[in-house]
């Protein structure tokens, strides 16, 4: 089986620094794109921001220049530095992976989420 695990969410105060980090286990024979998603109360599930196996990044324009996504393949981990942060980011946040497990064809895996809080 393969497993996403999420870890780094907490409470962090406006203008404050959190990083998320998203470790993929199992049977993985490769890893695509991975990703971030989040969800704030009452809304949808919105695109955070993505990278591609070669390290190709994309960005919501509401945190492009304060989020960093970054990944170590050989550690199958994706991270997310999150900096500036605002009250509008709370939010659970979603680790996605476009993989290909040893025992099946290719997919979309999602972990648990981790929640991130930024209020004083």
């Known amino acids: 089986q393969v497993q996403l695990v999420e870890s780094g969410g907490g409470l962090v105060q406006p203008g404050g620094s959190l990083r998320l980090s998203c470790a993929a286990s199992?049977?993985?024979?490769?890893?695509?794109?991975m990703g971030w998603y989040r969800q704030a109360p009452g809304k949808q599930r919105e695109l955070v921001a993505t990278?591609?196996?070669?390290?190709?990044?994309s960005y919501a324009d509401s945190v492009k220049g304060r989020f960093t996504i970054s990944r170590d393949n050989a550690k199958n981990t994706v991270y997310l530095q999150m900096n500036s942060l605002k009250p509008e980011d709370t939010a659970v946040y979603y680790c996605?992976?476009?993989?290909?497990?040893?025992?099946?064809?290719?997919?979309?895996?999602w972990g648990k989420g981790t929640l991130v809080t930024v209020s004083s």
């Open positions: 996605n992976a476009e993989l290909t497990p040893y025992y099946r064809g290719p997919g979309d895996y």
């Open positions: 199992g049977s993985i024979f490769s890893i695509n794109a």
């Open positions: 990278i591609t196996s070669g390290g190709s990044t």
